[in-house]
Nanobody, 123 residues
């Protein structure tokens, strides 16, 4: 199973980015998925999650109202729309597949991880 995260880059504060996470090797249409990030010198932290159908989402307080997670099961892909970005959003963003049939905020509950995509927000 391979997860390919993409869409990162350099963006000015207040701008927008759309990250994608495409999965190869298994279907994720029955899997909850999550987005996490790791900023320089910090631990990995939860960003957002989405259940298998897309009908249930969860967000960290720090991104609620600015980020939106969605999925296209036909494309085996999950997205993270990032709006009104801030310098503190600078991090490597990772996607993961939940070990179970629902999403969690703990990274230990995810079985597979992509290599990450770097988002840098300039002030």
């Amino acid at each position: 199973v391979q997860l390919q995260a993409s869409g990162g880059g350099l963006v000015q504060a207040g701008g927008s980015l759309r990250l994608s996470c495409t999965v190869a090797g298994r279907t994720v249409s029955d899997a909850a998925m999550g987005w996490f990030r790791r900023a320089p010198g910090k631990d990995r932290e939860f960003v957002a999650s989405i259940n298998w159908s897309g009908g249930s989402t969860d967000y960290a307080d720090s991104v609620k109202g600015r980020f939106a997670v969605s999925r296209d099961n036909a494309k085996n892909t999950v997205y993270l729309e990032m709006n009104s970005v801030k310098p503190e959003d600078t991090a490597v963003y990772y996607c993961g597949i939940s070990r179970y049939d629902r999403a969690f905020r703990s990274g230990t509950m995810y079985a597979y991880w992509g290599q990450g995509t770097l988002v840098t927000v300039s002030s």
